[in-house]
Structure formats: C-alpha cells, structure tokens
C-alpha cells in the first residue's frame, strides 16, 4: 500500500505509529539502536517511518509538552541505511 500511494504521489497516514510496545523495552533491539545514537525508541521509530518515504504523514499521540517535543525532535534523527535495514527488520 506504501509503494502504491509513494508512487501515486498520494501522502500515507500513519495514526498511532508508536504502538512499539515490547519492541521498546531497556533490553530491546530498538532502546539498543536508540542508546547508540542518542535518541529515544520514540524517535527512532518515527524516524524510521519518515526516512521510508516522502509521502509517509506519521501521526502520533501526544500527552504533554514534552512529549510533543520529542515527537518534534524525531524528525532530526538521521539514520544510515544499515540501521534503516535493521528497523525494517525489526518491523517484520
């Protein structure tokens, strides 16, 4: 559905895109990628579905100000393509 829309130039919606649940926990693959690069699960995970495509809109929940503004901090995250292949990995 991605590639469909990506190449159809239509934006992909993501609402709720950091239901990462057990993927997040201290001991995780995720908290461990996260800790390397000096960044929260959180922002990992939606950087990872902003560097998927252009079109990718993540939607996420925000309970406070803080979170909003690691939500916003996300998108500063830069990851190389070995940690890209290693997300979508984990994404199943």
């Known amino acids: ?3 469909h829309r990506t190449h159809q130039g239509l934006p992909f919606i993501s609402w ?3 239901d990462i ?3 997040a926990r201290p001991d995780s ?5 996260a800790a390397q690069i000096g960044a929260t699960p959180a922002q990992v995970a939606l950087a990872w ?3 998927r495509a252009e079109n ?3 939607i996420p929940g925000t309970a406070s100000t803080a979170h909003l503004e690691e939500n916003i901090a996300a ?3 830069r990851l190389d393509p070995a940690r ?3 997300l979508n990995t984990l994404a199943g």
Do not use: D, K, N, Q
């Open 29 to 33: 693959p995720l908290s461990g990628l």
């Open 56 to 58: 990718m809109v993540p």
């Open 21 to 23: 649940g057990a993927r």
């Open 75 to 77: 998108a500063t995250v």
């Open 84 to 86: 890209i292949t290693a």
């Open 16 to 18: 709720f895109p950091l």
């Open 1 to 3: 559905m991605l590639e």
């Open 49 to 51: 579905l902003l560097a």
